[in-house]
């Protein structure tokens, strides 16, 4: 089903490649840590984006996001099933967001801030500003989880780690290619 919000629909599309993803790996490479070019497994970036829609979701209800009180189920960094239990609910989740107000205000406390009730540690934001920085901010990890992959020799699918405007700007120029 389509989302009738474009960045609902833009982090349920950017989900579900995490999702296909997580379907074609076996579970010793999900887990695996490789020192000394990390100290993080792909399942650490998994769970790491997880926790970002999860304190999202949360926090819209209560009109107020805090970024830095994040769940960090170390379960969901060792197990895959969990890991695609996970990412289904948060799929189904911003699914029932259809309706929501993206210009809707919020409270995002700020990265590393004071006290958490000094005032001075929260910033205005709305619904739509923070879709946005949920897709950039998983395509991000996604794209680090495609390096290591890639070191690997895993072959991904090419808009795997790729911004969603990067995409819609390879579509748009593929005819002119030809």
């Not at 020192?35 to 926090?59: A, K, M």
Request: one cysteine or more.
């Amino acid at each position: 089903m389509q989302n009738n919000n474009p960045l609902i629909q833009e982090n349920i599309d950017v989900l579900k490649q995490g999702l296909n993803l997580l379907n074609q790996l076996q579970d010793s490479s999900y887990k695996e840590v490789k020192h000394p070019f990390s100290e993080y497994g792909i399942g650490s970036h998994f769970r790491h984006c997880l926790d970002f829609y999860q304190s999202f979701l949360d926090g819209i209800v209560k009109g107020s996001i805090d970024y830095d009180d994040r769940h960090r189920d170390g379960r969901i960094e060792k197990d895959r099933t969990i890991a695609i239990s996970k990412f289904q609910s948060v799929i189904h989740r911003l699914e029932g967001l259809s309706r929501i107000d993206s210009q809707m205000t919020l409270l995002v406390r700020l990265e590393d801030g004071e006290e958490r009730e000094s005032p001075s540690s929260w910033s205005y934001s709305s619904v739509q500003r923070e879709l946005q920085a949920l897709v950039s901010h998983t395509v991000h990890h996604y794209a680090l989880i495609a390096i290591m992959l890639q070191l690997k020799g895993f072959r991904l699918a090419e808009e795997f780690g790729v911004a969603p405007s990067t995409l819609r700007r390879w579509r748009s120029a593929a005819p002119c290619a030809q």
